[in-house]
């Protein structure tokens, strides 16, 4: 069965420094991955995904992560925070067999200290 | 703005009361995926419809239902509520075709009291 696990559930940075939030997954089959934004009473804001293409994937808002088979991750970085990155992120994985059966970690809560 | 809508917003229900929860998709897409998110924790996948059919679900009740209409949109329908499904209640929707991202709309938050 597919899991997801966030390693911290609240993350702090300060303005202007590195973000790193960590993703790894399990999987038997090659996966899908995601990472999706959730501001505070809205939805899901997909930030980039992995399909298998290049494994470092750039996404909107200045993120990237890097798809690591050996060591089962997909850690989501920026290197600069602003104040707007704060939120919740969630890393998710999906299978090729069941592309929309998306199963998401607990996420992390990014606050960015000014 | 995703130009997926969902209805209402907000919805308060009592303990073994029946809900229906309205989702429209973006226009174009065919098919319609649900979450349950409870508090502090990440999605779950309830359901997905593609062209009226439900293609795919999760690990939820039967007292979990759905319907996708013609024209893509969408309903969740929750029977006998129990407290636990108090909850924001999502659904995203995308086009057809491999890869093709999904959009989520807002949520309805329903408790159940």
């Known amino acids: 069965a597919q899991s997801v696990t966030q390693l911290g559930s609240h993350v702090s940075v300060s303005e202007g420094a590195l973000v790193l939030l960590r993703c790894n997954y399990s999987s038997s089959v090659p996966p899908y991955l995601f990472w999706y934004v959730q501001y505070p009473n809205q939805g899901l804001q997909l930030l980039l995904k992995y399909t298998s293409a290049a494994t470092l994937v750039k996404g909107i808002n200045g993120f990237e992560a890097e798809f690591k088979k050996s060591e089962t991750s997909f850690h989501l970085t920026k290197p600069s925070a602003h104040m707007s990155d704060a939120a919740e992120y969630f890393c998710a994985v999906s299978d090729r067999t069941s592309y929309d059966k998306v199963i998401f970690g607990p996420g992390t809560s990014l606050s960015v200290i000014p | 703005e995703t130009g997926v809508t969902q209805s209402p917003t907000h919805l308060i229900k009592t303990r073994g009361q029946q809900v229906t929860l309205r989702c429209s998709s973006q226009s174009g897409h065919n098919t319609v995926s649900w979450y349950q998110q409870a508090l502090g924790q990440g999605p779950q996948f309830i359901f997905q419809?593609?062209?009226?059919?439900?293609?795919g679900r999760g690990n939820f009740p039967p007292r979990f239902s759905g319907l996708q209409f013609p024209n893509y949109s969408s309903e969740l329908n929750v029977n006998a509520l129990e407290l636990d499904d108090s909850a924001l209640y999502l659904c995203?929707?995308?086009?057809?075709?491999?890869?093709?991202?999904?959009?989520f709309g807002q949520g309805t938050r329903l408790t159940v009291v």
């Open positions: 419809y593609y062209r009226e059919e439900e293609n």
């Open positions: 995203a929707s995308r086009a057809g075709g491999v890869n093709t991202e999904a959009f």
